[in-house]
């Protein structure tokens, strides 16, 4: 019998560029073993055009991303998440809701690429980003989690957030 995927959830303030980033990230790599989501605690409403774009142009998953607020999962009938990432400074230190099931938490705090000016700039600060983020998914999917006692999976997880996105990009390869 097969175990059902592990819920994650991606969270960062706006929900329109680091965190669908994310879910649709891990939603590609996660191999049927997660089932990825993404909030913020205030949601600018709309994804940012440049995150659809590049996920577009990689021909990654697109479908059903939309900027939406944390509360859609602080509430009883929502996927009780496994784990719980916070993508960018401002989430890390806002209190967060209670999550039901209480999920292994973890910081992966990346700049925010919808905010830089220059469009030629802002396109490079998603590409590399999304870099990031991928080789951040790509290490913790490959995490032994079914072995990992409790300590170590929160050590690990924080581990993989404090690495710089290209010493990330390194260790993913």
């Given at each position: 019998m097969?175990?059902?995927p592990l819920n994650v959830l991606f969270l960062c303030t706006g929900n329109s560029a680091r965190s669908i980033l994310a879910e649709s990230l891990l939603n590609h790599w996660g191999g049927g073993n997660f089932h990825a989501f993404s909030a913020g605690s205030y949601p600018k409403g709309a994804v940012h055009p440049e995150a659809?774009?590049?996920?577009?142009?990689?021909?990654?998953?697109?479908t059903g991303l939309r900027s939406?607020?944390?509360?859609?999962?602080?509430?009883?009938?929502?996927?009780?998440?496994d784990f719980v990432f916070t993508v960018c400074d401002q989430a890390a230190g806002e209190a967060c809701p209670v999550w039901p099931?209480?999920?292994?938490?973890?910081?992966?705090?990346?700049?925010?690429?919808?905010?830089?000016?220059?469009?030629?700039?802002?396109?490079?600060?998603?590409?590399?980003?999304?870099r990031a983020l991928e080789s951040?998914?790509?290490?913790?999917?490959?995490?032994?989690l079914a072995t990992l006692d409790a300590q170590s999976l929160r050590h690990r997880?924080?581990?993989?957030?404090?690495?710089?996105?290209d010493a990330a990009e390194e260790q993913a390869s």
């Open positions: 097969s175990q059902p659809l774009a590049l996920l577009g142009a990689l021909d990654l998953p697109r939406k607020s944390w509360d859609e999962f602080a509430v009883a009938d929502a996927p009780v998440m099931g209480q999920p292994v938490t973890a910081h992966w705090g990346l700049p925010d690429p919808a905010a830089v000016e220059n469009p030629v700039a802002r396109a490079q600060a998603f590409r590399e980003t999304l951040r998914i790509k290490l913790f999917t490959a995490l032994p997880l924080a581990a993989i957030g404090r690495l710089r996105p």
